[in-house]
């Protein structure tokens, strides 16, 4: 059974996943050999920086020039780890141009130019695999390309990114507010020097946009997907969400409208019931809820990021892509054929959970009350609280168009007996 | 890019889960067509009374003669939900003979045959998938066996029957007794009239050598599988299980030996910790934690059973076998190359949860644990109840040879002071 030429690896990029899977490669040779069918050896390794020392990896494979590994022509299979848009798209097609297909754990890249990067390897009858784009180690586009491939997908919320989901569970179990939570991800290696890509759900959104457009089978660009960050969650909102019976999370949400016409991609905080999966989703775990026709609800939970889990996933691609080699064949591409188009953040159904600071007088109530019937928008539920003059205002909606939603907030400024909207989240997962 | 011929589907059984996969090829069958590139049809359902009312199936359609629609020559899958071992396994068989792939959700005849069955394909260069046959729809055998193909498994541990965890989380969330919740389960339909392969463990049992064997990439057969139903299980258990931060599930686990070169699969009711992942799985869910080198810890959860979820992972498997055809190619078969064998229970390295009913008398605690000392049995707490003369003794121990565990119960039993075993319980998930 097993053939003797061995199955060329090139390593573009060897930082926190890439030094990862040239480890697992080495150690595992073995293994991965018996289970692909034939050996695999890494063939080189592009880097920046060439003097670094790197564990392992013999100092002939290095090289700084990515651009020739990639054109070598006997390679089979391209892992790219560098990151971010330019060198690794380029390097990816020319990937595909000289007859390598191409593993990648890229979602920026993914997120803005998936389209393209397909249809390249189509064009050339290469293989483009990146599980480990999304939720790192969790089997997620595989399932949902593969598995779920018969049934019908509805909806896709999760946690997909850990660094935030750190900071809110260490406000939620702690009281901290964010920036004292923040200090305490970037110490522990949670949060990035520059956290913005977290923290303002540009990491999220990206992965929402792949997510979507593999569960709908369509196309979702990274400008399609609502991105709200999770910067201004404070403790009172902890507070409000606990009152509740519920927990606050950053969701990445992509949903097919009732119709089935269009599909939609968000991301936001939003307050979740504490019975539902993801609340109990701790620290940096991500976890995946997929609603399907057929299926009902699956959850997919596990360590969404990091060197050796990242890889793990890497691994798995590059075992299949090998396989497929060995069978002349290549795996399921993009599968976009429905075109549903995307709507935007307005036409999104959902609930709003609203704190008002009002007037302590009579009758404010019924005006609240009044822009919310105006608006179309039905409250499920209303405390009120008065203290010194002051009071304030909770309201619980039932779900209605988001654009619906956010003009009754609107509106509510406008009156004289409304102070202030102290803060607004969306109420998912019921 | 689509081809006109369509791919030949032969459905053998349709019953729960059969009668569903008709009905979702026949509704989505766009969306199978445009996913697969090329229509897929349904071409014959064989059942045993040809008279019954099928909804939406072609009376046409519908034979009596299995044997005769798997030899047809014309059939690119066969799926086979019918169940049990015959006909199931030779209808299998002769359909690889006849140039068909399959596709089974039968874990009864998988776990015991499985091998044989694999043989088969491969001789005949066909495939054999089977999703449905573990935990339903989730999505959990091709993870195991595609995603995770380059890294190393070293647990799976699951809520693998959806039977049992229903009785047991009425048991525990009602303090109700066994019986009294199984009435229940079987009012609602969650339980079989003859309940015996959901509580004495069997079906479980069947589910962990599969599991075992595509984890491990080894050989592992349903007698291999140690198995202890659940239906001793109290709700003093219960009781006990609370007072120790934990409940109680019945448990699959599969488990590399420490030293590597040996694996064990087992099936006992067991005490987890309430903060573990599956102690949260409620009802009739199922859910499978895996730990594996560098991914570490994941979690797949959904619905272990019921018609549309199984055929949810039927339909998924169809749509493979077919890209596969396609591509004149067969996906990943057995994998089984690393030969390891399969050790006894008496090997297995867990702890144990003891009540001892004694004598209330002093000196019986130090008799007990001279007990645990001989046999090399490490405790962790003991808890020591008294009243009117009768005493009893909760002992957890730490982690030790299941050999040793059970030398020790045998040897407090013939302790004068033991009064009684009232109940051992394994504890895992720690
Ligand atoms: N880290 C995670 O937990 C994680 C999780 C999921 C997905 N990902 C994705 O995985 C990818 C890699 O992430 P990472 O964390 O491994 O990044 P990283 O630690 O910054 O490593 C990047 C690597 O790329 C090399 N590189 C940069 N520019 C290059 C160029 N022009 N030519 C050749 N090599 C170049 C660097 O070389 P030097 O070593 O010489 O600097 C370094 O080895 C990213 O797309 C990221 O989004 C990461
Ligand atoms: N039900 C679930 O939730 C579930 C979940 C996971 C896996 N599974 C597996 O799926 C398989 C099917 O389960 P099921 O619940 O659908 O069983 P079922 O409802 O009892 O249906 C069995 C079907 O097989 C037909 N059949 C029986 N003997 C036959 C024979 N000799 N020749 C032709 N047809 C025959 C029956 O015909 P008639 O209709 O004429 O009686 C019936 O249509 C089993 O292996 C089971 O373990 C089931």
Same mark, same amino acid.
């Given at each position: 059974?097993?053939?003797?030429?061995?199955?060329?690896?090139?390593?573009?990029?060897?930082?926190?996943?890439?030094?990862?899977?040239?480890?697992?490669?080495?150690?595992?040779?073995?293994?991965?050999?018996?289970?692909?069918?034939?050996?695999?050896?890494?063939?080189?390794?592009?880097?920046?920086?060439?003097?670094?020392?790197?564990?392992?990896?013999?100092?002939?494979?290095?090289?700084?020039?990515?651009?020739?590994?990639?054109?070598?022509?006997?390679?089979?299979?391209?892992?790219?780890?560098?990151?971010?848009?330019?060198?690794?798209?380029?390097?990816?097609?020319?990937?595909?141009?000289?007859?390598?297909?191409?593993?990648?754990?890229?979602?920026?890249?993914?997120?803005?130019?998936?389209?393209?990067?397909?249809?390249?390897?189509?064009?050339?009858?290469?293989?483009?695999?990146?599980?480990?784009?999304?939720?790192?180690?969790?089997?997620?586009?595989?399932?949902?390309?593969?598995?779920?491939?018969?049934?019908?997908?509805?909806?896709?919320?999760?946690?997909?990114?850990?660094?935030?989901?750190?900071?809110?569970?260490?406000?939620?179990?702690?009281?901290?507010?964010?920036?004292?939570?923040?200090?305490?991800?970037?110490?522990?290696?949670?949060?990035?020097?520059?956290?913005?890509?977290?923290?303002?759900?540009?990491?999220?959104?990206?992965?929402?946009?792949?997510?979507?457009?593999?569960?709908?089978?369509?196309?979702?660009?990274?400008?399609?997907?609502?991105?709200?960050?999770?910067?201004?969650?404070?403790?009172?909102?902890?507070?409000?969400?606990?009152? =509740? *019976?519920?927990?606050?999370?950053?969701?990445? %949400?992509?949903?097919?409208? $009732? &119709?089935?016409?269009? /599909?939609? @991609?968000? #991301?936001?905080?939003?307050?979740?019931?504490?019975?539902?999966?993801?609340?109990?989703?701790?620290?940096?775990?991500?976890?995946?809820?997929?609603?399907?026709?057929?299926?009902?609800?699956?959850?997919?939970?596990?360590?969404?990021?990091?060197?050796?889990?990242?890889?793990?996933?890497?691994?798995?691609?590059?075992?299949?892509?090998?396989?497929?080699?060995?069978?002349?064949?290549?795996?399921?591409?993009?599968?976009?054929?429905?075109?549903?188009?995307?709507?935007? =953040? *307005?036409?999104?159904?959902?609930?709003?959970? %609203?704190?008002?600071?009002? $007037? &302590?007088?009579?009758? /404010?109530? @019924?005006? #609240?009350?009044?822009?919310?019937?105006?608006?179309?928008?039905?409250?499920?539920?209303?405390?009120?609280?008065?203290?010194?003059?002051?009071?304030?205002?909770?309201?619980?909606?039932?779900?209605?168009?988001?654009?619906?939603?956010?003009?009754?907030?609107?509106?509510?400024?406008?009156?004289?007996?409304?102070?202030?909207?102290?803060?607004?989240?969306?109420?998912?997962?019921?």
């Amino acid at each position: 059974m097993m053939r003797t030429r061995p199955l060329k690896v090139a390593l573009l990029g060897c930082g926190v996943v890439g030094s990862e899977v040239a480890r697992i490669m080495t150690t595992h040779a073995d293994d991965l050999a018996a289970r692909i069918g034939a050996p695999v050896e890494l063939a080189g390794v592009a880097v920046r920086r060439p003097d670094k020392v790197r564990a392992g990896i013999p100092a002939e494979l290095i090289t700084t020039d990515a651009t020739a590994l990639v054109k070598r022509g006997d390679i089979d299979v391209v892992v790219e780890v560098i990151g971010g848009v330019e060198p690794a798209r380029t390097l990816i097609t020319t990937a595909f141009a000289h007859g390598a297909s191409v593993v990648s754990a890229n979602k920026a890249l993914l997120a803005q130019d998936g389209a393209s990067l397909y249809a390249a390897a189509q064009e050339h009858g290469q293989d483009l695999y990146y599980e480990a784009a999304v939720a790192g180690a969790i089997p997620l586009i595989r399932p949902l390309r593969e598995s779920l491939a018969g049934d019908k997908i509805n909806r896709v919320m999760g946690i997909v990114n850990g660094t935030t989901n750190f900071i809110l569970d260490k406000m939620d179990t702690s009281g901290a507010g964010y920036s004292e939570a923040l200090d305490e991800a970037t110490a522990l290696g949670y949060a990035e020097a520059d956290p913005t890509a977290d923290v303002e759900g540009f990491d999220a959104a990206a992965k929402a946009a792949i997510l979507a457009g593999i569960a709908f089978h369509t196309r979702v660009r990274l400008d399609d997907v609502y991105r709200e960050g999770m910067t201004e969650v404070t403790a009172a909102d902890f507070a409000s969400a606990k009152q =509740m *019976g519920c927990t606050i999370k950053l969701l990445a %949400i992509c949903e097919r409208a $009732a &119709d089935g016409e269009s /599909v939609t @991609a968000r #991301v936001h905080p939003a307050m979740i019931p504490l019975s539902h999966p993801l609340a109990s989703v701790r620290e940096a775990y991500n976890a995946v809820f997929v609603e399907a026709d057929a299926a009902g609800q699956l959850m997919f939970y596990g360590p969404g990021a990091g060197g050796s889990p990242t890889a793990s996933a890497v691994l798995g691609d590059i075992v299949a892509v090998c396989r497929n080699r060995l069978n002349e064949a290549t795996g399921p591409g993009e599968s976009a054929y429905t075109q549903l188009p995307v709507s935007s =953040m *307005g036409e999104v159904v959902t609930r709003y959970h %609203i704190s008002l600071d009002v $007037a &302590d007088k009579p009758g /404010v109530l @019924a005006q #609240v009350a009044t822009v919310f019937a105006e608006h179309g928008v039905s409250i499920d539920t209303v405390r009120q609280k008065g203290k010194d003059g002051e009071a304030s205002l909770v309201v619980v909606t039932h779900r209605a168009p988001d654009a619906a939603l956010s003009g009754t907030v609107e509106a509510l400024r406008k009156l004289d007996t409304v102070r202030g909207v102290a803060s607004i989240m969306r109420v998912e997962g019921e």
